[in-house]
């Protein structure tokens, strides 16, 4: 009876006929150390990007809260001279005559009438 036995020093890796490439494990244990290595240091870089991107949004969003503001204090400041009280204290509105006998416009039927 003929019996063999396994010498791992006389192993080798498969070989892929179709390449003709021989894979060895150490190799391939040394390509995904290399290649975890490479997307962790992508996955940092990419989640640093996406801190500073929001950190940028925060000043972003506050500087926009603070021209928002600014822009009330504007519309109000041109609000103020335009109001009823600052037009009846205006000089020349209280130069005007007083008007003794009014008139009033009246609206009938799609007809423009004055009322006495």
Do not use: R
């Not at 179709?18 to 995904?32: A, E």
């Not at 041109?78 to 416009?105: T, W």
């Amino acid at each position: 009876m003929n019996v063999t036995f396994f010498d791992p020093a006389q192993a080798h890796a498969p070989q892929i006929t179709g390449l003709n490439l021989t894979i060895h494990w150490q190799y391939f244990k040394v390509g995904v150390a290399i290649l975890t290595i490479v997307l962790a240091f992508v996955y940092l870089v990419m989640l640093n990007s996406l801190a500073t991107q929001g950190f940028d949004m925060e000043t972003l969003k506050a500087d926009q809260l603070a021209l928002h503001k600014e822009i009330e204090a504007i519309d109000i400041s041109l609000a103020i001279p335009s109001s009823l009280y600052a037009l009846e204290s205006n000089e020349l509105i209280q130069s005007l005559p007083s008007v003794d006998k009014k008139q009033f416009l009246g609206v009938q039927d799609t007809d423009f009438v004055f009322n006495y």
